[in-house]
């Protein structure tokens, strides 16, 4: 393998492009606008990342062309996956996910053959074992493994533990420096994000093996479409002679029928009223409620303070999160200054994605960034806790399912 030569892949190392700072911010934002003519120069200007990596494996025998286009994949990935806001150089980020491509063309072309299938099967069980370490608070057996995958522990596990190249990657002492910089990166969201899980976790731990103390009218069937039945059922498990649950314990979620809210604010008692947003502008709100149509964002949003003001109730705001339609930083802006001086709060809702509907899960830190935005606006905003997912009885998908 001869690294010092002038040309790899038909590419002249020594006439590669260097892009100054101005150059790489402007081509970004033509990126994020589109422009593959931009894409493409900001790729050839950070080459010489990949020459650098390719170097650390000088002693692989592999050709140098083959690795340099394997890195070229992992760079190509890194620019289409860059995010700007979370205030790291693209080539902090970028080095890992080179790094990434090379070691997976490595391992998957070595003298000692692993089958696809095996491969799977380990990163099944790898899954499995996050996941069950999460829910269980220690490290689970083979066993229970075995269980949560369906697989034979005594054949296939077996075999897997006798796999550390497809289990474990090692990295150098420099590679996990440039590994701990991208994981500093996201400590800060993940350790917001755990805590208030830990938080609204022990919340719910208190009442389990309890009554019933909580009740919300929501989901398939517009509650305000169903007026008269809705309100008489509230009133029977209001009742005290009845299963008692405290007016300020029911909560009626409408996705925003306008004459329904009119005639709910002259109701007696002080029962929750949530309103499902999900965007912070007509168009948007309109592409995923078409309700909006017939009741446009700012009749809504007249009617909502009209209802606080004769009340003087607090609403809630329902935000499903959904990735790279409404989470948005610029999401976030408008929302908090659309909610602006109401008395109210925003519950964001994890997506839980389901076969049948395009919509695809904002990824956590997202989450937390969009919380951040609200918070900083003084918007009162909370993260729903999740419970079902792991069986597919989440929210929204018994009905995608069943």
């Known amino acids: 393998m ?33 422009d593959k003519a931009a894409r493409e120069k900001y790729v050839k200007g950070n080459l010489r990342l990949v020459l650098s990596v390719i170097q650390r494996f000088s002693n692989n025998h592999e050709h140098a062309d083959d690795l340099f286009q394997v890195g070229c994949i992992g760079l190509m990935k890194a620019v289409d996956n860059f995010d700007r806001s979370l ?35 380990a990163y099944k069980a790898i899954y499995a074992k996050e996941q069950l370490t999460k ?15 369906g697989i034979s522990p005594e054949i296939e596990i077996t075999e897997i533990a006798k796999m550390p190249e497809v289990l474990n990657i090692t990295f150098n002492q420099e ?19 755990e805590d208030m899980k830990k938080f609204e976790g022990i919340k719910m731990a208190e009442d389990i093996n309890k009554r019933i103390t909580h009740v919300v009218l929501m989901g398939i069937g517009e509650p305000f479409d169903n007026y008269d039945n809705v309100l008489r059922f509230v009133k029977i498990i209001n009742c005290g002679k009845g299963i008692d649950i405290g007016s300020r314990h029911i909560t009626i979620s409408t996705c925003g029928v306008i004459p329904g809210i009119k005639k709910f604010m002259n109701e007696e008692g002080q029962v929750n009223l949530a309103i499902s947003l999900h965007a912070p502008n007509d168009t948007l709100r309109s592409r995923i409620m078409p309700i909006n149509k017939a009741y446009p964002l700012n009749e809504l949003m007249e009617t909502i303070k009209e209802y606080i003001n004769k009340t003087n109730r607090r609403v809630t705001f329902e935000y499903i999160m959904l990735d790279n339609v409404n989470d948005s930083e610029e999401n976030a802006k408008e929302l908090a200054l659309l909610l602006k001086g109401i008395n109210c709060y925003v519950n964001l809702i994890p997506y839980n994605e389901t076969e049948n509907i395009e919509f695809k899960r904002t990824k956590e830190w997202k989450i937390m960034k969009f919380y951040d935005i609200l918070k900083k606006n003084k918007i009162n905003v909370t993260i729903r806790k999740e419970f079902g997912g792991s069986v597919d009885a989440a929210c929204g998908q018994l009905r995608a399912n069943n």
Do not use: H
Request: proline letters at 3%.
């Open 2 to 34: 001869f690294l010092n030569k002038v040309e790899i892949c038909g590419v002249n190392t020594s006439e590669l492009p260097l892009l100054s700072n101005e150059e790489k911010e402007n081509l970004f934002l033509r990126i994020e606008r589109g």
């Open 87 to 121: 205030d790291v150089k693209f080539s902090t980020y970028a080095v890992p996910m080179i790094l990434g491509e090379v070691r997976r063309y490595l391992r998957d072309n070595n003298s000692i053959r692993v089958s696809r299938s095996l491969r799977d099967t």
């Open 175 to 193: 590679d996990e420096k440039i590994k701990q910089e991208i994981i500093e990166l996201t400590k800060d969201a993940t350790s917001k994000m």
């Open 135 to 149: 829910s269980m608070n220690r490290t689970p057996t083979i066993e229970e493994i075995a269980k949560e995958t």
